[in-house]
């Protein structure tokens, strides 16, 4: 009896965890898409047209965003934090270098992005 205790135990956590995963996730892109598209926080909006939205600024600095799916996530982090780094003249600011997006939005917005096919 104790041994199938443990085992519905082992099974009630292996199940539970993709489930909480999952949720963690949906919430992440949740805040990384308000992040995208506000404009006194990442305001990537102003520049970037992405998954059916379309330019709110001046605009068509930046390209369209598309088929972002297929970045590693690192790249993803990295044009975001500084841009120059691949791209010395780079027209987009280094949001996590200038100190306007910490750690966490950057990666909420790297959620974000993973979604943009
Ligand atoms: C002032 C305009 C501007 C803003 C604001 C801006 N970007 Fe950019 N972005 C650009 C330009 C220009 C490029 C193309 C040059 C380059 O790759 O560095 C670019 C490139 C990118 C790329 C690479 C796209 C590709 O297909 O190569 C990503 C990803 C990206 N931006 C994400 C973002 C995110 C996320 C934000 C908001 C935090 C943002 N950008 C805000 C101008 C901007």
Same mark, same amino acid.
């Given at each position: #009896? %104790? %041994?199938?205790?443990? *085992?519905?135990? =082992? @099974? =009630?956590?292996? +199940?539970?965890?993709?489930?909480?995963? $999952?949720? &963690? $996730? @949906?919430?992440?892109?949740?805040? &990384?898409?308000?992040?995208?598209? $506000?404009?006194? +926080?990442?305001?990537?909006?102003?520049?970037? =047209? @992405?998954?059916?939205?379309?330019?709110?600024?001046?605009? /068509?600095? &930046?390209?369209?965003?598309?088929? +972002? /799916?297929?970045w590693p996530k690192k790249a993803l982090y990295d044009?975001?934090? !500084?841009?120059?780094?691949?791209?010395?003249? /780079?027209? #987009?600011?280094?949001?996590?270098?200038? &100190? *306007?997006? !910490?750690?966490?939005?950057?990666?909420? +917005?790297v959620?974000?992005?993973?979604?943009?096919?």
């Amino acid at each position: #009896m %104790q %041994q199938i205790k443990h *085992w519905l135990l =082992a @099974a =009630a956590v292996g +199940l539970s965890l993709p489930v909480a995963a $999952t949720a &963690g $996730t @949906a919430d992440l892109v949740k805040e &990384g898409e308000k992040i995208f598209t $506000t404009k006194n +926080l990442g305001n990537c909006l102003s520049c970037h =047209a @992405a998954n059916g939205k379309k330019i709110d600024g001046p605009g /068509s600095l &930046g390209p369209k965003l598309t088929g +972002l /799916s297929v970045w590693p996530k690192k790249a993803l982090y990295d044009k975001i934090y !500084d841009p120059y780094t691949t791209n010395p003249i /780079s027209a #987009m600011p280094p949001f996590g270098k200038n &100190g *306007w997006l !910490d750690d966490h939005q950057i990666q909420a +917005l790297v959620a974000y992005l993973k979604t943009i096919h």
